[in-house]
């Protein structure tokens, strides 16, 4: 093994380990949690090793990175999914590779997903991202609806061809009543989910939980946790 695959292999030991306790903790079944490794900033190179050691889902937040790395990994066995705040003139791009785009918070988008993805003959299932700092009828600095803002892009994703709703999103908030109260955090999103489910049976994932909080994540019931420098290491600047 090279030393790149060693450390990432490490890596992800270390995480399964994580999550396995975090499920064992809450008496939840590590089947229940999917491991999505965030991918951002590192090269395709790594993709295929993270393939090799068996993962199966990863994760991109631009869309100018994403496309040329999933091109690359185009014979791999992987569900590609989109994290990342989605500009219209990207949408086109990101469903020719994108499984699920976990960030659709307003209803312009889903026009467009919709009209793209019937144009790429692709279904695209579409996670309602979902800000807890925003104020009811707003979107989060972070990208994100108000909570109040779900059921109307829930319908919307169940009426435009091409897409269907596949669950809820968050991102821990830094400021507002759940700031440093990530378990509360992704407590609300998991009940805000619950409510989707039964309009929408189903709209089952819950993608919450990134390196720092993924046990939290966890134990408040999310179904995915999205990982990227706890597998990959430090991102170099922003990321
Ligand atoms: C980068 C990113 C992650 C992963 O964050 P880490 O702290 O590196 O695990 C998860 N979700 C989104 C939306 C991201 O942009």
């Known amino acids: ?6 450390e990432l292999a490490t890596n992800l030991a270390k995480v399964e380990e994580r999550i396995s306790k975090a499920c064992a903790a809450v008496g939840r079944a590590r089947s229940e949690v999917t491991l999505v490794v965030v991918t951002k900033t590192y090269p ?20 100018q990175d994403a496309a040329p790395k999933a091109a690359e990994s185009a ?10 705040q989605l500009q219209t003139n990207k949408v086109r791009s990101v469903v020719g590779y994108a499984d699920f785009v976990h960030s659709v918070d307003r209803p312009r988008l889903v026009t467009s997903l919709s009209m793209a993805a019937v144009r790429a ?3 695209t299932g579409c ?4 800000a807890l700092d925003a104020e009811d009828g707003g979107r989060g600095a972070r990208g994100g609806v108000a909570p109040d803002g779900v059921e109307e892009l829930a319908g919307l994703l169940a009426e435009a061809p091409g897409l269907r709703p596949a669950g809820l999103m968050t991102v821990a908030p830094l400021t507002g009543p759940y700031a440093g109260r990530q378990q509360a955090a992704f407590e609300r999103l998991v009940e805000l989910a ?18 720092a909080d993924l046990e939290q994540a966890v134990a408040a019931g999310a179904t995915h946790v999205r990982v990227g420098t706890a597998v990959l290491g430090l991102r170099p600047g922003l990321g």
């Open 127 to 130: 996670l309602i991202q979902v």
């Open 1 to 6: 093994m090279t030393d790149r695959k060693c």
């Open 75 to 84: 014979d791999l066995p992987l569900t590609w999914h989109f994290v990342g």
């Open 44 to 63: 395709a190179s790594d993709v295929r090793l993270l393939a090799e050691l068996g993962v199966r889902h990863v994760a991109e937040n631009r869309d």
């Open 194 to 211: 619950s409510d989707l489910r039964a309009a929408h049976p189903a709209a089952n994932m819950v993608s919450a939980g990134m390196s």
């Open 121 to 123: 003959e692709r279904e």
